[in-house]
C-alpha cells in the first residue's frame, strides 16, 4: 500500500495536480510526489545520481496530461530513507526497489522517464522484468554503466575500503550550512546546473537542523559504486528489453563532463545497439541536467515519443489496476 501525505496541499502547475508520496520499504520509506490524473498512463520518473524527484519539476508539466507520473526520490536521497548501516548502495539494489515501488502502486505495466543513473537503473529493470515495461526514456544516460573487467577489482576494493573507513567517523560528513552556502556548494559540485536549478534540487535536498542545513543525501551515495557488469553484460543485458526506447543526449552532457576514460570507449557500442534494436536516439544542445535547466529542449521529443510508443496504444487488460 501507499501512502498519499494528506499534510500536503495539492499544486497546480500546467492544469497537473501534484501531491506527496511515502511508500514503506523494509528500511523506511521511499518518497515521492505524483503529477496528473488517477487514471493516466503510468510513467515512473528516475532521477540522477545525488539528485532527487525535484530534478523533473520543470519537464512534467511539459508532457501529455493523459499520463500520470511518479517521481520518486531513491533511497540515500531527497526525503527517501538511508540504507541500514553498513549497506551498499548498488544498482541492482535500485532495481529492486523499483519493483517494491510498482508493487506498491500495483502497476503491472509501465513506462519509464530516467535521468543519468535513473537512466541506468531503467535499463537494467527493463532487461530483468521486460514485460513490465512499456517505453523507456533514458535522458543523458545509456541504459548501462559498463566497467573494464580488469579494472573490477581494484574498483570493489576502493568501494570497500570507502565502506570501511566512513564507518569508522560517519558524523564527519554530516557537514552544516547556510542556505546561501549549500547553494555555493552545489554549483561548484555541478556547474552546469542554473542557479535556479539549483534552489530546486535543494527542496528536497536539505534538511534544517540547528545552526543550519545539511545535505538530505547519505554520504555513502559518493562511495564507489561495488556492484559492476562489464560490456558484453550490458549487451546482454540490453538485448533482453522489449521496451520501445528513446534516448536523448546532451551535446555538453555526461560522456564530455562525467564518464570515466574507460566508460568512453564503450558508449558509441551501447548506442549501436539501441539502434540495431530500432530504438530512437537523439541529441539536443545543453549540458547533463538540459531536461532541468530548458525542458523546453527536451519535452517535446519525449512527449512525442509517449504519444506515439504509449499513448496511441490500447489499455491493456493487465494494465487495468485496482483503485486503492
Known amino acids: 500500500m501507499f501512502r498519499v501525505l494528506k499534510n500536503v496541499r495539492n499544486l497546480s502547475t500546467a492544469a497537473m495536480t501534484q501531491t506527496e508520496l511515502s511508500l514503506p520499504v523494509p528500511w523506511g520509506e521511499i518518497r515521492g510526489k505524483i503529477w496528473g490524473p488517477d487514471d493516466g498512463r503510468p510513467v515512473l520518473c528516475l532521477h540522477g545520481w545525488a539528485d532527487n524527484c525535484g530534478t523533473f519539476n520543470t519537464l512534467i508539466p511539459l508532457l501529455p496530461k493523459e499520463c500520470q507520473y511518479v517521481a520518486v526520490d531513491l533511497a540515500g536521497h531527497g526525503q527517501s530513507s538511508h540504507r541500514p548501516p553498513g549497506v551498499f548502495y548498488a544498482f541492482s539494489s535500485y532495481v529492486a526497489d523499483i519493483r517494491r515501488v510498482v508493487d506498491a502502486l500495483r502497476w503491472s505495466r509501465f513506462s519509464i522517464l530516467g535521468h543519468s543513473m535513473g537512466g541506468n537503473i531503467a535499463g537494467m529493470f527493463s532487461a530483468l522484468f521486460p514485460e513490465m515495461v512499456e517505453a523507456v526514456v533514458l535522458l543523458d544516460s545509456y541504459g548501462f554503466l559498463p566497467t573494464d573487467p580488469k579494472e573490477l577489482s581494484t574498483v570493489m576494493r576502493k568501494g570497500m575500503e570507502d565502506m570501511l573507513q566512513f564507518e569508522k567517523n560517519p558524523e564527519k560528513s554530516e557537514r552544516v550550512y547556510t542556505y546561501e552556502k549549500a547553494v555555493e556548494r552545489l554549483l561548484a559540485a555541478n556547474p552546469m546546473l542554473s542557479e535556479a536549478s539549483v534552489c530546486t534540487l535543494l527542496e528536497r535536498g536539505l534538511v534544517q537542523v540547528e545552526g543550519g542545513f545539511v545535505f538530505s543525501r547519505d554520504f555513502r551515495i559518493n562511495l564507489k559504486n561495488i556492484a559492476r557488469i562489464s560490456l558484453e553484460q550490458s549487451l546482454e543485458l540490453q538485448s533482453k528489453i522489449q521496451a520501445s526506447v528513446l534516448v536523448v543526449l546532451a551535446d555538453e ?52 515519443f509517449l504519444h506515439n510508443k504509449v499513448l496511441s496504444s490500447p489499455v491493456r487488460a493487465d494494465e487495468l489496476s485496482p483503485k486503492l
Not at 560522456?255 to 551501447?270: C, G, H, N, P, R
Not at 538540459?290 to 512527449?303: D, K, R
Open 253 to 304: 552532457g555526461f560522456e564530455k563532463i562525467f564518464a570515466e576514460a574507460d566508460q568512453k570507449k564503450y558508449t558509441s557500442v551501447l548506442l549501436q545497439g539501441f539502434r540495431y534494436q530500432n530504438h530512437s536516439v537523439v541529441t539536443v544542445h545543453g549540458g547533463h541536467h538540459v531536461h532541468l535547466n530548458n525542458p523546453e529542449v527536451v519535452a517535446p521529443l519525449v512527449s512525442e
